[in-house]
């Protein structure tokens, strides 16, 4: 049976919602972050990309190409909140909900009866009336094909490839379409004369492989509109730690704080690359020597040596004079379902 997946992606969503909660930004050219003058874009709305204006570019760059652009500070306060309701009217249709990132989601929507396209419409429209911002959306039988989609008719737009429109649609399409193909790709394909997704499905899986190693395997199977991946519910982290276990159990608990340290710094960098994630609670965790484990956790979103240090004397004392083996220091993260209770 062939599946009904669903690729949500908001428009310019940062920039968006600036422009709606600035009324008179509206019709101007927005860019979002960087107003020191000296960091990058993380957005730019589409009058500002009439200009040439990227997210990620140099907002000096920016400027020299649309120098009256609007340059607005990050909110990802708000933008963290818009998210949590467009996923609260996701839930409405499916549980099946892979969240990429705050502004783009996979949805599967194979066991229900409506037609993909009707019930994506729904969804934007939903959207639109309920936050004033728009989604496009890419219905397809597969996440690749959903998410190429999803970019034809952007913005406030979207597109259905239907399982008997996928060879078509295949043999015709750019090569850098496809998601992963980028500059290096590009060029490499270039040289094998490969302009189109057609082109590449000249080339038998062998030679691809030759010419492209692993990728070409990937490849082989992307250009003819071919991909399995399922909707990963449960992407998101629910929480994160570092462990150590010691070559010799260790007795002493202010030796185990010095260990603490360096454990919660690999905790901070990792965290780091989390932004959109918000931590609910800080834990402990210790195994002894007899294999037992504790595990002491306090709620907050501080990655605090003085709590970690509690936490660990607190774990320490219920193994009563134990020697430890393993020392593990982490957080967790707020669930999708604690950040819906939040509205
Ligand atoms: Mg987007």
């Known amino acids: 049976m062939s599946r009904k997946i669903v690729h949500l992606d908001m428009d310019c969503f940062y920039a968006a919602i600036e422009v709606r909660d600035h009324p008179h930004y509206k019709g ?37 190409l649309c120098p009256h652009l609007i340059l607005t500070p990050i909110r990802f306060e708000v933008y963290r909140k818009e998210s949590r309701r467009i996923r609260k009217i996701f839930a409405r249709y499916t549980d099946l909900i892979e969240p990429i990132s705050l502004d783009e989601a996979y949805l599967d929507l194979s066991y229900r009866r409506e037609s993909g396209a009707a019930v994506a419409g729904e969804i934007r429209k939903a959207i ?41 649609f295949m043999r015709g399409l750019r090569i850098g379409k496809i998601p992963g193909v980028g500059q290096r790709g590009l060029s490499t394909l270039a040289k094998m004369g490969v302009q189109t997704c057609g082109d590449l499905q000249k080339y038998a899986k062998a030679e691809l492989v030759g010419h492209l190693g692993r990728w070409g395997l990937e490849l082989y199977d992307r250009c003819r509109g071919r991909d399995d991946r399922e909707v990963l519910v449960d992407r998101i982290r629910k929480s994160l730690s570092k462990e150590k276990t010691f070559r010799e159990n260790i007795h002493d608990v202010e030796w185990l704080i010095q260990i603490l340290r360096g454990l919660m710094e690999e905790v901070q960098k990792s965290v780091a690359t989390h932004k959109d994630q918000r931590i609910k609670s800080r834990f402990i965790k210790l195994k002894f020597e007899d294999f037992s484990q504790t595990t002491a ?30 020392l593990g220091v982490g957080i967790k993260f707020t669930s999708e379902q604690d950040q819906l209770e939040f509205l």
Request: a positive charge; one cysteine or more; glycine letters at 12%.
């Open 297 to 326: 956790e306090k709620s907050g979103s501080q990655i605090d040596e003085m709590v970690f240090v509690d936490l660990l004397r607190i774990a320490w004392n219920r193994g009563q004079g134990k020697s430890v083996r393993l």
């Open 28 to 64: 101007k050219p927005v860019g979002v972050g960087g107003e020191s003058g000296r960091g990058v874009l993380t957005t730019a709305n589409y009058e500002a990309r009439k200009f040439g204006c990227r997210s990620a570019m140099p907002v000096f760059k920016a400027k020299q």
């Open 128 to 168: 639109f009336d309920e936050t004033g911002l728009t989604a496009s959306a890419g219905i397809a039988p597969n996440k690749m094909l959903a998410k190429i989609a999803s970019d034809w008719n952007k913005p406030d737009g979207q597109l259905e490839i239907g399982l008997q429109d996928v060879e078509a």
